[in-house]
């Protein structure tokens, strides 16, 4: 399922987002639940509610019927904590 899922990404989502300089990682896929992360300049992006909902959910739905809804899953990726730990700690 998350094959069809990533695919559907990758024609239809993905391509918007990195106009932004975005994109999106799934999480997890259980229970009709689809669980998603943004990157990039869409994680911390003021309407990063509308994108899940306008874009998203929308053309995850109508291509894999699944998935009842898709949900957005905020924090601090992995990649920034690195990026700061870096930063705090001086090194190049």
């Known amino acids: 399922m998350i094959g ?5 990404l990758d024609k239809y989502v993905r391509p918007q987002l990195a106009q932004h300089y975005g994109n999106v990682k799934v999480l997890e ?3 009709g639940v ?3 992360q943004l990157e990039g300049q869409c994680s911390n ?9 306008d874009i998203i959910e929308k ?7 699944e998935v009842e809804r898709v ?3 905020e924090g601090v990726s992995d990649d920034l904590l690195n990026f ?9």
């Open 34 to 36: 689809l669980k998603i």
């Open 29 to 31: 896929f259980e229970d």
């Open 4 to 8: 069809k899922i990533e695919k559907v």
């Open 84 to 92: 700061a730990r870096k930063i705090l700690n001086k090194e190049s």
């Open 71 to 73: 949900a957005l899953i």
């Open 45 to 53: 992006c003021p309407s990063a509610k509308f994108t899940v909902e």
């Open 59 to 65: 053309e995850i739905k109508e291509h894999v019927p």
